[in-house]
């Protein structure tokens, strides 16, 4: 195995490591949000509202997974759909204000847990792994927003 398959070895597992934390931490900063939910309301906030088709596209699932997210997210009074004021055909999906609540909340915990997971560390090193980690999501998504 050669340095660079060793390297790629290494990043597959950390990251692994990573996502798993993060499922677990979201758990625990929101009892009613998991890691998914949480994603899910980040990209409604993001794009000021979405049509779950655009959801299911983005996250290349199956429209049936973003109705039964969508649907516990709505029974949560996190999300609301509103008629398109352009196409009265269409519905988008919207937080409620309970959704930006919860959103803020949420992101404000995990605000404090990376800055305290991170303090130790020089700007020169939070500068290098803020602009590694950009490029990866760049390149793994095509520049979009957040996932």
């Known amino acids: 195995m050669t340095e660079r398959d060793e390297s790629i070895e290494t990043i597959q597992r950390e990251m692994t490591a990573f996502a798993r934390r993060a499922r677990a931490t979201a758990a625990r900063m929101h009892p009613e949000l998991s890691l998914v939910?949480?994603?899910?309301?980040?990209?409604?906030?993001?794009?000021?509202?979405?049509?779950?088709?655009?959801?299911?596209?983005?996250?290349?699932?199956?429209?049936?997974?973003?109705?039964?997210?969508?649907?516990?997210?709505?029974?949560?009074?996190?999300?609301?759909?509103?008629?398109?004021?352009?196409?009265?055909?269409?519905?988008?999906?919207?937080?409620?204000?309970?959704?930006?609540?919860?959103?803020v909340q949420v992101g404000d915990a995990r605000r404090i847990a990376f800055r305290e997971r991170l303090a130790e560390w020089d700007g020169p090193d939070l500068e290098r792994f803020a602009e590694y980690l950009l490029r990866y999501n760049e390149t793994a998504a095509g520049g979009e927003g957040p996932a």
């Open 37 to 103: 939910s949480f994603t899910l309301l980040a990209h409604l906030e993001f794009q000021g509202g979405c049509r779950a088709t655009d959801l299911a596209a983005h996250y290349t699932l199956d429209k049936s997974t973003i109705s039964r997210q969508v649907g516990a997210l709505e029974k949560a009074g996190l999300v609301e759909r509103r008629l398109d004021p352009a196409d009265h055909r269409v519905h988008v999906l919207h937080l409620t204000d309970r959704g930006n609540e919860v959103l």
